[in-house]
């Protein structure tokens, strides 16, 4: 089972070197009871460090199972340890925080197998602690504590124990227990292989070596070995992979399945869930980075987001799709321009733009001023409009009591008005106006539909105005002979350009205008507009939210150091871990998911903190605010993402702990 041939190590302790082996030769069978006595510093501790693939020699060579150890990798190693070497540690060497069933089961995790829990109980009960399996190590006495240990070397059936001064720690009695059960795995075929120092304990063995000064000084039989069985195991057969040649068992250990996979992830989560609970308040302050970051984001990202769709509504109440014929101002570009040089729109300039522009959905002439607006004994100055009744579908204006003017009122010149519910309040109050007539500029109009609510700004109240028939108010009110403007609304965004420049081309021709005339007319593209203010709106969320994400990289920092304080706190329970087959990204992977675990806490819990920043906000200041879910997945993902790099560099540290010098931190 093992041949090593004069194996050295030395030690480098600053100035001096300690030579703690110093040529040994050595060869154990299957099936084996091997005691190594010495003083302290005889070298006996690192020659079972060097059986057990936990430390390696500077020179010589060591077979184990036929297979040569200096050509294996470190995950080569780890899995020869976990599949065939079971660890029982002086200091028992139990995790804290885990119940006895998890610490027997643990090296189960890293067979890439799912862990077999009854199996763990069984293990319990062969020791005698069935009725202790949710205890923890600080409920359980050092003997029990060791049964534990025994437990756990013995759940993956290996071909060799080695233990460490296994009843160092213990009393006389439990001392016997446990010798007691270490014989009887020695005569259900296990191979032992044991160092202590006390005599007694020793004469257990079939074989005793001495050792001093880094050499073995006597190798003996101990044919009056004083073998107590214990009744656990007595009658149990050869584990079942006694017969399995060692290669062909690595093999089949490489074969994961995804139930594996899954109880690999849970035990992770559940660790990771311990480790925070075990330090509430330190966990809770690395979150607090997280969870400023994430609120920050989530109400930054809802402030742009409700003052967009604020912006989008106000100017789809203008209309959608249009496009907006005006006469440039009697100013244009500092040249003063007379009456005579301004354009005129007139009925002719829609008959040809629709006969011309296939695209056009609908088109209409507004004309546009003030007037004094009475009723009984109040009065309102607003503004009046004489569109066509298409300008309602145009414009989203629907009334929302009574209706809208006809093409029969507007051709016949009807004195009929729709109005915006300023108007109402102020000449009405609560009562209904429906059917009550108003004097604008002491012509009366009946009142047959009140207008959906626009909304209002600093700028423009959108509530107050009137709306009567074209016709009406060109010859019955205003005067005018031309329309002030002239909407235009497409069928599609996608033809909004074309038509725009293809208007433009149609009005200088059809008006003949000379090139130092084609700026007396303006075409207002509201989809631009919407865009423009859209993309002012978007870019302004994200550079508030790339100022918020400053606050994650602040708590990934943050989490970063939490974990380096982890693993240099944990550093022994790494060594454990290594010692029972861990492979070094199976630690990766543990610190990992605990750093993502702190921050998708913080980042879930900033989620909660930034809604509620954002009601407030809504609420009090009056601003408006949408919180929408691609914001909540940036978020998270964010906090997650912040959460694997900034606890890469901790879990690279702590898969990259030397197992023997993990064990041995203090």
């Known amino acids: ?333 500092g040249i003063a321009m007379s009456e005579g040089m301004m354009l005129r729109f007139t009925r002719e300039d829609i008959v040809e733009i629709k006969r011309e522009i296939n695209s056009i959905s609908n088109i209409a002439g507004i004309v546009q001023g003030r007037g004094q607006a009475t009723y009984g004994g109040q009065n309102w100055n607003t503004q009046v409009l004489g569109v066509e009744p298409v300008y309602a579908q145009m414009h989203s204006s629907q009334p929302v009591i009574g209706r809208f003017f006809t093409a029969e009122e507007e051709s016949s010149k009807a004195r009929v008005a729709a109005v915006g519910l300023t108007v109402v309040r102020k000449l009405f109050g609560d009562v209904s106006p429906l059917g009550e007539f108003i004097k604008i500029n002491k012509v009366n109009f009946q009142i047959i539909g009140v207008l959906p609510e626009k909304g209002a700004d600093k700028m423009r109240d959108q509530d107050d105005l009137v709306l009567i028939p074209l016709a009406t108010a060109m010859d019955r009110l205003q005067g005018k002979k031309c329309f002030d403007q002239i909407e235009v609304e497409m069928a599609s965004l996608d033809d909004m350009e074309d038509a725009q420049n293809n208007i433009r081309s149609l009005i200088i021709r059809t008006h003949r205008l000379p090139p130092s005339r084609y700026d007396s007319f303006q075409i207002h593209n509201l989809a631009e507009m919407k865009e423009a203010i859209s993309s002012s709106s978007r870019t302004m969320s994200w550079l508030l939210s790339a100022i918020a994400a400053v606050s994650l990289l602040v708590g990934g920092i943050g989490i970063m150091n939490i974990m380096l304080v982890s693993v240099t706190e944990r550093t022994r329970e790494i060594g454990v871990r290594k010692a029972i087959g861990a492979r070094g990204r199976d630690i990766m992977v543990q610190f990992l998911v605990e750093a993502l675990v702190v921050s998708l806490v913080g980042g879930f819990a900033g989620i909660l903190f930034g809604w509620l920043i954002s009601f407030c906000v809504s609420t009090f200041a009056g601003w408006a605010s949408l919180i929408t879910m691609s914001s909540i997945i940036l978020s998270v993902s964010f906090s997650g993402t912040i959460g694997i790099i900034f606890g890469l560099w901790p879990a690279r540290q702590a898969a990259r702990l030397n197992p023997i010098e993990a064990l041995r931190y203090e």
Request: proline share 5%.
């Open 1 to 333: 089972m093992i041949r090593i041939v004069n194996i050295a190590k030395t030690y480098d302790r600053g100035e001096s070197a300690v030579r703690a082996l110093a040529g040994i030769s050595l060869e154990i069978t299957e099936g084996e009871f091997v005691a190594i006595m010495g003083p302290s510093g005889s070298g006996k501790s690192t020659l079972l460090h060097v059986l057990g693939l936990l430390d390696v020699p500077d020179s010589g060579s060591y077979q184990l199972f036929g297979r040569d150890v200096h050509a294996l990798s470190d995950d080569q190693l780890a899995e020869m340890r976990n599949t065939f070497i079971g660890f029982v540690f002086q200091h028992f060497n139990l995790l804290s925080r885990v119940p006895a069933l998890e610490n027997v089961i643990l090296p189960q995790l890293y067979t890439r197998r799912q862990p077999n829990p009854e199996h763990g109980r069984s293990m319990l009960e062969k020791v005698g602690l069935g009725d202790r399996i949710a205890h923890r190590p600080n409920e359980l006495s050092g003997g029990q504590q060791q049964r534990v240990a025994i437990a756990r070397a013995l759940i993956n059936n290996p071909r060799l124990i080695l233990a460490d001064e296994p009843t160092g720690n213990l009393d006389s009695a439990s001392a016997v227990e446990i010798m007691g059960i270490i014989s009887g795995l020695n005569r259900a075929g296990l191979t032992i292989v044991m160092v202590t120092h006390e005599e007694d304990i020793a004469r257990h063995a079939r074989r005793i070596i001495h050792m001093r000064d880094g050499l073995i000084q006597k190798d003996e039989s101990n044919v009056a070995a004083d073998i107590v069985p214990s009744r656990k195991f007595e009658n149990q057969k050869s584990p079942p992979q006694a017969d399995q040649p060692a290669a062909e068992k690595i093999a089949n250990s490489a074969h994961a399945g995804w139930e594996a996979l899954v109880a690999g992830l849970q035990a992770n989560l559940k660790q990771a869930w311990r480790a925070l609970a075990a330090r509430k308040v330190r966990s809770a302050l690395s979150m607090l980075g997280i969870l400023i970051g994430v609120a920050a984001v989530i109400a930054m990202l809802a402030i742009g987001q409700g003052a967009k769709k604020s912006i989008n509504d106000q100017l789809s109440n203008l209309g959608s799709n249009l496009l907006t014929l005006r006469a440039a101002p009697p100013h244009l570009q």
